[in-house]
């Protein structure tokens, strides 16, 4: 079970209850672009499947799923481990030029506030799977 991050262009909206259901993405870029630029961030990542990136830190792994839409107007990031992850996620954001909405609380990823909204992701999985799955 992962802490899902979907990452798209949501352009200057202020929240995401903000984005009407007509809402189509701008690309965020040629797909070998938006790849090579989660290499040029994460150096460690490995692509073996290009469309199934791997990251793995101390304590914690993101997979990045892309699918093979050029160019590429989304992309997804499962995250496991503890919060060793969010400083490199707000970092492929800021590199990339778009946002992500997270998957705990529904609202704009944002760094500063990622920990507390992984936090009661944490806690949901412990409840539904126990402790530390």
Same mark, same amino acid.
């Given at each position: 079970?992962?802490?899902?991050?979907?990452?798209? *262009? $949501?352009? !200057?909206?202020?929240?995401?209850? *903000?984005?009407?259901?007509?809402?189509? %993405?701008? %690309? #965020?870029?040629?797909?070998?672009?938006?790849? *090579?630029?989660?290499?040029?961030?994460?150096?460690?990542?490995? $692509?073996? *499947? %290009?469309?199934?990136?791997?990251?793995? @830190?101390?304590?914690? =792994?993101?997979?990045?799923? #892309?699918?093979?839409?050029?160019?590429?107007?989304?992309?997804? +990031?499962?995250?496991?481990?503890?919060?060793? =992850? #969010? %400083?490199?996620?707000?970092?492929?954001?800021?590199?990339?030029?778009?946002?992500? #909405? /997270?998957?705990?609380?529904? /609202?704009? $990823?944002? /760094?500063?506030?990622?920990? /507390?909204?992984? @936090?009661?992701?944490?806690?949901?999985? !412990?409840?539904? +799977?126990?402790? @530390?799955?």
């Amino acid at each position: 079970m992962s802490w899902d991050i979907f990452v798209q *262009d $949501f352009g !200057d909206y202020a929240s995401v209850e *903000d984005i009407p259901d007509t809402f189509q %993405p701008r %690309p #965020i870029g040629q797909r070998a672009s938006v790849i *090579d630029t989660i290499r040029r961030v994460c150096p460690d990542v490995d $692509f073996d *499947d %290009p469309n199934w990136g791997v990251l793995s @830190g101390d304590g914690w =792994s993101i997979e990045f799923n #892309i699918n093979a839409e050029d160019p590429c107007t989304s992309f997804a +990031l499962h995250v496991r481990g503890d919060d060793g =992850s #969010i %400083p490199v996620i707000a970092c492929l954001l800021n590199e990339l030029g778009v946002r992500a #909405i /997270e998957s705990a609380e529904s /609202e704009f $990823f944002e /760094e500063a506030v990622a920990p /507390e909204a992984f @936090g009661k992701w944490r806690a949901c999985r !412990d409840q539904v +799977l126990g402790p @530390g799955a």
